[in-house]
T-cell receptor, first 114, second 111 residues
Framework: QKEVEQDPGPLSVPEGAIVSLNCTYS??????FMWYRQYSRKGPELLMY????GNKEDGRFTAQVDKSSKYISLFIRDSQPSDSATYLC??????????????FGTGTQLKVEL | DGGITQSPKYLFRKEGQNVTLSCEQN?????MYWYRQDPGQGLRLIYY???????QKGDIAEGYSVSREKKESFPLTVTSAQKNPTAFYLC??????????FGDGTRLSIL
């Protein structure tokens, strides 16, 4: 079993839809959680960064962390074709590898259609 | 503009050849990382360095080598011992416990 599980998709939604992307994890020591967006042939771009449990909102994006369920989510409101990309979750325990060793999910491919 | 520059964008390796991938950052970050990305496997850590002249193996270091002679630079050598080198290689850097920022990668293929 992988430490971080993420549905690879592809996930196809119409423009304007609310998108929900999720990751589950098994290591209860994880306390820093990130979402990255990766366009084809590009490097990952940081979207959201949260510490411990709770919600964080930034524009059309909301990140949720539920440590009791070992479950994190990224919601995208009013999705746009420019949101079409692969979304990677990543997490760390703040101790391993100098405190910043990340464990990544495999990524979910999202396509927003006109 | 501050950022991470990886070069070349595409690289081809012949059998038995070592190749070096370049990573330069002007963000004044102390830590730098190398990842390998394969379809369906996410990013896997090859090597990381928290400070100049020091680096540690990641999860899949076999067949790779690195150096960290300058804060700005963290080149990765893919040696002939790496039997399956075809992948997308990503370099990242970070300051303290802040999230890592990535370059735009080098795609390595075998001739």
């Amino acid at each position: 079993q992988k430490e971080v599980e993420q549905d690879p998709g592809p996930l196809s939604v119409p423009e304007g839809a609310i998108v929900s992307l999720n990751c589950t994890y098994s290591n209860s020591a994880f306390q820093y959680f990130m979402w990255y967006r990766q366009y084809s042939r590009k490097g990952p771009e940081l979207l959201m960064y949260t510490y411990s449990s709770g919600n964080k909102e930034d524009g059309r994006f909301t990140a949720q962390v539920d440590k009791s369920s070992k479950y994190i989510s990224l919601f995208i409101r009013d999705s746009q074709p420019s949101d079409s990309a692969t979304y990677l979750c990543a997490m760390s325990d703040g101790l391993t590898g100098g405190g910043n060793k990340l464990t990544f999910g495999t990524g979910t491919q999202l396509k927003v259609e006109l | 503009d501050g950022g991470i520059t990886q070069s070349p964008k595409y690289l081809f390796r012949k059998e038995g050849q070592n190749v070096t991938l370049s990573c330069e950052q002007n963000l004044n970050h102390d830590a730098m990382y190398w990842y390998r990305q394969d379809p369906g496997q996410g990013l896997r850590l090859i090597y990381y360095s928290q400070i100049v002249n020091d680096f540690q193996k990641g999860d899949i270091a076999e067949g790779y080598s690195v150096s960290r002679e300058k804060k700005e630079s963290f080149p990765l050598t893919v040696t002939s011992a790496q039997k399956n080198p075809t992948a997308f290689y990503l370099c990242a850097s970070s300051f303290g416990f802040q999230p890592q920022h990535f370059g735009d990668g080098t795609r390595l293929s075998i001739l």
